[in-house]
């Protein structure tokens, strides 16, 4: 089993709607979670971080948590075009350091 | 200010050679972190500086990689006698201290061709 796990997609939404990307993490004792963006030849960027159950919003961005269900996801509401790259499940190991990363999931947002 | 900056950009190679590969954090960041990223994949975890403690060299895939931090700032990826499946792009992220310190600022990378 993976310790990072993301479908690989693509997933594919028309413009408008609403974008739902899901990872699931093997340690338990997982501290911190993060989603990154990767356009295509780029580098990744922080979009969002979460730490506690629930949810947290950022404008567009709603991330969610459930550490009983070893569980996040990212929800990208009104999902535009320029949306569309690869988004990066990231975790934090029980030390809280090592960061390890899903190998992510391809989003396609259709004009 | 500025961010991570590695070079170089590319790095093509023959098979065999030695290379090496420089990160320079953001000024004040404590962490720093080195992937790889091969074509279509996600990053994999090589290894991880924080400070002057030890280092996590718990990724690096074979003793022919090594790294090094010096002054608690830049830092050096080194492969020895490298094989065409070292090709891939090679991401340095580094990362302040205090609360954040678990987010990431990426480099643009460096893409390494072993042929």
């Known amino acids: 089993q993976k310790e990072v796990e993301q479908n690989s997609g693509p997933l594919s939404v028309p413009e408008g709607a609403i974008a739902s990307l899901n990872c699931t993490y093997s340690d338990r004792g997982s501290q911190s979670f993060f989603w990154y963006r990767q356009y295509s030849g780029k580098s990744p960027e922080l979009i969002m971080f979460i730490y506690s159950n629930g949810d947290k919003e950022d404008g567009r961005f709603t991330a969610q948590l459930n550490k009983a269900s070893q569980y996040v996801s990212l929800l990208i509401r009104d999902s535009q075009p320029s949306d569309s790259a690869t988004y990066l499940c990231a975790v934090t190991n029980t030390g809280g350091f090592k960061t390890i990363f899903g190998a992510g999931t391809r989003l396609f947002v259709k004009a | ?115």
Not at chain 2, 58 to 85: K, N
């Open chain 2, 1 to 115: 200010g500025a961010g991570v900056s590695q070079s170089p950009s590319n790095k093509v190679t023959e098979k065999g050679k030695d290379v090496e590969l420089r990160c320079d954090p953001i000024s004040g960041h404590t962490a720093l972190y080195w992937y790889r990223q091969s074509l279509g994949q996600g990053l994999e975890f090589l290894i991880y500086f924080q400070g002057n403690s030890a280092p996590d060299k718990s990724g690096l895939p074979s003793d022919r990689f090594s790294a090094e931090r010096t002054g608690g700032s830049v830092s050096t990826l080194t492969i020895q006698r490298t094989q065409q499946e070292d090709s891939a792009v090679y991401l340095c992220a580094s990362a302040p201290p205090g609360a954040r310190r678990e987010t990431q600022y990426f480099g643009p990378g460096t893409r390494l061709l072993v042929l």
